[in-house]
């Protein structure tokens, strides 16, 4: 058995590993990455949508089950930088509002412990690290930013503007989408030196020429540059284990080329996900932690949330030759409407579609024939992804069965205002001369089995400052522990209704600097 010490452990290389790895890097501590993948293969079917969303060429070949006892291939990926290879890298900051108590149709929203004011400067921090392209105030739910993004938005192309025109004309307030991308562009092109090129296997797809501000390529690589810094690949933690007084992490237990390894540190960070997180301390209880590690509040795996979320794909009468589509959001609803006094939730443009993607949907879309060959409709189709807020609810959890089954407990909370959601944007499609029929896209980030869509994942080792009710304190150091510490989505006492990944990242930033001082 291998064995060695760090000061810093993190498990992990995610949006919150990876942006913790970076911010610790420059320190000279010792620190050792551990990641349950391999570097993602550069090959050409990281472009193929073949390839990853009809064979799922590069998700997890795990099988998890619903609480009806029914098998899912969950939509996860294990690499280093984790799922942020595959994400759309829409980063934006939760809204002011989300840091405070909100009143949903299906229930209550909780506050955070910390307010925006707390992750404002991380916020900027993080868009600044991760190359974010947008502008700050396009959007009237956009809170307080103290620095403008570090890049421009990306240009819209023809038929996405004529889009934008048109819902400016009729009131609405669309705006730039705020993305992480290594683009420098000139009059919609890229320039000869930019690494992202504009291509239509962006959104989901893993990025051939690292044209993505992903944690592996923004935060990993940078990090693997100080020699203080060691990344494990294919190396599975199976444990934590304690002392005999079970307030310090004492060892990490190792899986890696068919041996155990086991590494010490003073301070071990937990970065595996939200749901893989929660299972690894489920998997760590001992007589000092019968429920599981962090578990003496019963929170641990609860409150799982990843929003309410749908793809639309809306056939126009008039084609859409676009190829980088992923340019646009639309926030008019995210607080509700005149006739609703609910939120709804946020609408943002998708990656453009391909015939054999339309194609490999066609058995959940059996209500309607398609007259259209799929290759057509792809040249016509406009895509749409609506997020609405998940609530946290303590039944919907992630548990360990006693065969050793991942078990995904799920039931769909606040759908209410998801469905009107989807209303307004068909009736803002009906004015915008695309057909009155939006066709739900079920295979985009593991639809196909709606428990599967786990990319948005967060809230089940909640933060808060009453150990009875939350496994972290605000710095997220676990309660029941001096040295454990969780950085990626877990944290999250509710969702709000945008993309995670930035508070993710900023969140980490936070915790990192936390962690400088206690290292001195």
Known sequence: MASERYDVIIIGTGAGGGTLAHRLAPTGRRILLLERGDFLPRERDNWDPTAVFVQSKYKAQETWYGKDGRAFHPGIHYYVGGNTKFYGAALFRLREEDFGEIRHHGGISPAWPIGYADFEPYYSEAEQLYHVHGEHGADPTDPPASRPYPHPPVSHEPRIQELYDGLR?????????????????????????????????????????????????????????????????????????????????????????????????????VACGAINSALLLLRSASDEHPHGLANSSGVVGRHYMRHNNSAFL???????????????????????????????????????????????????????????????????????????????????????????????????????????????????????????????????????????????????????????????????????????????????????????????????????????????
């Open 314 to 520: 809306a056939v126009s009468r008039k084609p859409n030759p676009t190829i980088f589509q992923k340019t646009l959001a639309i926030n008019d609803f995210y607080f509700g409407t005149a006739d609703w006094d609910y939120p709804l939730g946020h609408i943002q443009m998708l990656g453009k579609s391909h015939g054999e993607t339309i194609k490999g949907e066609t058995p959940d879309w059996i209500f309607w024939k398609p007259e259209m060959p799929f290759d057509t409709m792809a040249q016509h189709a406009v895509d749409f992804w609506l997020t609405s807020e998940d609530l946290p609810d303590p039944e919907n959890r992630v548990t360990i069965d006693a065969t050793g089954r991942i078990v995904l407990h799920l039931t769909e909370k606040n759908m209410e205002g998801h469905v009107r959601l989807a209303e307004k944007l068909k009736e803002m499609l009906r004015a915008m001369d695309c057909e009155p029929r939006v066709l739900p896209r079920s295979l985009y980030l593991g639809k196909n089995v709606p428990i599967g869509g786990t990319a948005h994942q967060c809230g089940t080792v909640r933060f808060g400052r009453d150990p009875q009710s939350s496994a972290l304190d605000v710095n997220c150091k676990a309660h029941d522990l001096d040295n454990l510490y969780v950085v990626d989505g877990s944290f999250f006492p509710s969702s709000g209704a945008v993309n995670p990944a930035l508070t993710i990242m900023a969140n980490a930033m936070r915790v990192g600097d936390h962690l400088l001082e206690r290292l001195g």
């Open 169 to 269: 004309a009729r009131g609405y307030h669309p705006f730039p989408l705020p993305l992480g991308i290594l683009l420098d562009e000139a009059e919609g092109k890229p320039k000869h030196h930019s690494a992202c090129i504009r291509c239509d296997a962006f959104d989901g797809y893993p990025c051939l020429v690292n044209g993505k501000a992903d944690a592996q390529v923004i935060c990993v690589n940078p990090a693997l540059d100080h020699p203080n810094v060691t990344l494990l690949t294919n190396a599975y933690v199976r444990r934590l284990d304690t002392d005999g007084s079970g307030r310090t992490v004492t060892k990490v237990l190792v899986e890696r080329c068919g041996a155990l390894e086991e590494y010490t540190a003073d301070i071990v960070v």
